[in-house]
């Protein structure tokens, strides 16, 4: 199964020790912002599809959006959409968006700016942060056109206390969405 790894990636040397470990491509967050120039570089180095840019955003005031940093501790002030623009023209192959505000609370993805960022880009988008059931699923490819969809509490969380059960869609949840 193919998968990607993320975190702390700062050198063409990371990937390649990344790469050669089996992964089929890296997921680069915060030092896509503060280095925006990497992108370029690794996407020369490695291919488009290899490199991956998560893109975490929140409400800054005045219900403005920012992408943030640093596990949500540093706002860039960078509206998201023009980040994932300027991604792809670095070569990022892909675009992660993440909601930093939804993030486990399972109440839905924010389909406005998965729909902004997907409209706005010609790479893949997957959407992160939100998903709680299989309808917010559904809207997100439907309404907010992502090309990918991620979760994690909602194969984890089960039940009215939320038990901890890891659990996968059935078939016909899958058709369904």
Not at 62 to 73: A, F
Not at 126 to 134: E, F, K, S, T
Not at 160 to 176: A, C, D, M, Q
Request: proline share 3%; aromatic share 8%; glycine share 14%.
């Amino acid at each position: 199964m193919p998968f990607a790894v993320g975190g702390g990636i700062k050198t063409l040397e990371n990937i390649q020790d990344i790469i050669a470990s089996g992964a089929e491509k890296v997921i680069i967050n915060s030092y896509a912002a503060e280095n925006p120039d990497f992108i370029l570089k690794a996407a020369d180095a490695f291919g488009s599809s290899t490199i991956a840019v998560c893109i975490d955003f929140k409400t800054k005031f005045l219900g403005k959006m920012q992408t943030w940093t640093h596990g949500g501790s540093k706002g860039t002030g960078i509206n998201p959409v023009d980040f994932a623009k300027h991604m792809e023209q670095q070569g990022a192959g892909e675009i992660i968006i993440q909601s930093i505000e939804r993030d486990g609370l399972m109440t839905g993805y924010d389909i406005n700016m998965i729909k902004a960022i997907a409209e706005a880009v010609t790479i893949p988008v997957v959407a992160l942060g939100g998903a709680g059931n299989i309808q917010h699923l559904k809207e997100g490819y439907q309404q907010g056109y992502a090309n990918g969809l991620a979760g994690g509490s909602i194969f984890v969380y089960k039940g009215t206390r939320n038990g901890v059960l890891i659990t996968y869609p059935e078939k016909s949840e899958i058709k369904f969405v």
